[in-house]
């Protein structure tokens, strides 16, 4: 754990990059928890960062555990500012929450998934002469009754009304997290060709160059069939290298295929993707930018009691083969793949053995489809301009 994050750190002065009054608009606070994951932090740090950014926002990022952000954002700290976001440590107890003024009162209050303001703060936007706008940002879902929820006034008992702004795949939703460049970006990396490219992502990481074996990142929960998936790359005719990051398939190490990648900064973990001919993402950050890499991938859902999560991923994969217009075998590979990567732990083991290989047959076909999804929603606006013109209409 980087030092400072284990004692007081002394606060650094702000600099205008993360002063209110050096910026052209709206004062903003992001509140989030990190539950049991490190989605909930990467999810946070993006919006605040492409709010700063792209939109001249003034945002403050309150998170109860700042040193989730310390691999993902070098230079994250409590009291830190980093491209325009001043990241902040959510403590009830901190005198800015405990005792919080309505003038230190933000324009625009998210609580971001599970994150809320605290009472004290909650009370001060009662005061407030203008009350801000108050955003519940929840999960992203394809399923159809998200629509029909995104945007629905939440009136409280004290007089304040919560708006909930839901993240997803249609037109009526929030939409997805999308920097202004992030195509271009991708774009440039693939210019001199895509061996090369991978070659240069094997150097960054510090591992032999993979020479003709074909690459795929491995970033799942500990419950999924690791073993059986692995044992599946093996058994290809051509030869497969499967990145794993630390701490997230233990069952993974010694594997013949398994390569031991270190964890990566959020502004590397595209190239990572771009670089690979498959991508195995879980939660909702790696999801949605697996799905911007535009290259094929296979995404495992958070689990939930009763299997709940799997009409997240029936609903996803619907939404997906209805905008990518797979080739017939294409679609049956990819609904047949991820039906078994988010089984139970069982039926999974028994099942992705005979999934896999239909999709990796399908990478071609999988690949055009995710250029042709790419092109249906790249044409859409981003879940940042959506989310500061929603704030604009409640103020």
């Given at each position: 754990m980087?030092?400072g994050?284990?004692?007081?750190?002394p606060?650094?002065?702000i600099?205008?990059?993360?002063?209110?009054?050096a910026?052209?608009?709206?004062?903003?606070?992001?509140?989030?928890?990190?539950?049991d994951n490190?989605?909930?932090?990467?999810?946070?740090w993006r919006l605040a960062?492409?709010?700063?950014?792209?939109?001249?926002?003034a945002?403050?990022?309150?998170?109860?555990?700042?040193?989730?952000?310390a691999?993902?954002?070098?230079?994250?700290g409590?009291?830190?500012?980093?491209?325009?976001?001043?990241?902040?440590?959510l403590d009830p107890?901190?005198?800015r929450?405990a005792?919080?003024?309505?003038?230190?009162?933000?324009d625009?209050?998210?609580?971001?998934?599970?994150?809320?303001?605290?009472p004290a703060?909650?009370?001060?936007?009662?005061a407030?002469?203008?009350?801000?706008?108050?955003i519940?940002?929840?999960?992203?879902?394809a399923e159809?009754?998200?629509?029909?929820h995104?945007?629905?006034?939440?009136p409280k008992?004290d007089g304040?009304?919560?708006?909930?702004?839901f993240?997803?795949?249609?037109?009526?939703?929030?939409?997805?997290?999308?920097?202004?460049?992030?195509?271009?970006r991708?774009d440039?990396?693939?210019?001199?060709?895509r061996r090369?490219?991978?070659d240069?992502?094997?150097?960054?990481l510090?591992?032999?160059?993979p020479g003709d074996?074909?690459?795929a990142?491995l970033f799942c929960y500990?419950?999924?069939?690791?073993?059986?998936l692995?044992d599946?790359f093996a058994?290809?005719?051509?030869?497969?290298?499967?990145?794993?990051?630390?701490?997230?398939?233990?069952?993974?190490?010694?594997?013949p295929v398994?390569?031991?990648?270190p964890?990566?900064?959020?502004?590397?973990?595209d190239?990572?993707l771009?670089?690979?001919?498959?991508?195995?993402?879980?939660?909702e950050?790696?999801f949605v930018?697996?799905?911007?890499?535009g290259?094929p991938?296979?995404w495992?859902?958070?689990?939930?009691?009763?299997?709940?999560?799997?009409?997240?991923?029936?609903?996803?994969?619907?939404?997906?083969?209805?905008?990518?217009?797979p080739?017939?075998?294409?679609?049956?590979?990819?609904a047949?793949?991820?039906?078994?990567?988010?089984?139970?732990?069982?039926?999974?083991?028994?099942?992705v053995?005979?999934?896999?290989?239909?999709?990796?047959?399908?990478?071609d076909?999988?690949g055009e489809s995710?250029?042709?999804?790419?092109a249906?929603?790249?044409?859409t606006?981003?879940?940042?301009?959506?989310l500061?013109?929603?704030?604009?209409e409640?103020l």
């Open positions: 980087p030092d994050y284990t004692r007081a750190m606060t650094p002065p600099g205008r990059a993360c002063d209110p009054a910026r052209q608009d709206l004062r903003w606070d992001l509140f989030c928890v990190v539950v490190l989605g909930d932090a990467a999810i946070g960062r492409q709010l700063a950014a792209e939109h001249a926002m945002p403050r990022l309150w998170i109860d555990r700042p040193e989730a952000l691999a993902m954002v070098p230079g994250a409590p009291g830190r500012c980093v491209d325009g976001v001043r990241i902040e440590r107890a901190d005198p929450l005792r919080t003024a309505p003038d230190d009162v933000a625009v209050v998210v609580g971001l998934l599970a994150g809320a303001p605290p703060y909650r009370a001060a936007m009662r407030r002469s203008r009350r801000p706008a108050w519940a940002f929840e999960y992203l879902s159809p009754w998200v629509a029909t995104h945007g629905l006034p939440s008992p304040l009304v919560e708006h909930f702004f993240p997803g795949f249609e037109p009526a939703t929030g939409g997805l997290l999308r920097e202004a460049d992030l195509l271009a991708r440039a990396h693939a210019a001199p060709g090369a490219a991978r240069a992502l094997c150097a960054t510090g591992i032999e160059r074996a074909r690459l990142s500990p419950d999924a069939a690791v073993g059986p692995l599946a058994a290809r005719p051509e030869r497969w290298r499967v990145l794993v990051p630390p701490g997230v398939a233990p069952s993974a190490a010694g594997h398994a390569v031991p990648v964890f990566v900064p959020q502004r590397d973990y190239p990572l771009w670089s690979c001919d498959l991508n195995l993402v879980r939660g950050d790696s930018r697996a799905l911007w890499a290259r991938m296979v495992q859902a958070y689990r939930q009691p009763e299997g709940a999560h799997r009409a997240k991923v029936e609903a996803f994969v619907a939404a997906w083969i209805r905008d990518a217009a080739a017939p075998a294409a679609a049956r590979a990819f047949a793949m991820h039906a078994a990567w988010n089984a139970e732990a069982g039926d999974a083991a028994a099942r053995p005979a999934a896999l290989p239909t999709v990796l047959d399908a990478l076909a999988l995710g250029a042709r999804w790419i249906t929603h790249a044409a606006p981003d879940l940042a301009t959506r500061v013109a929603f704030a604009r409640r």
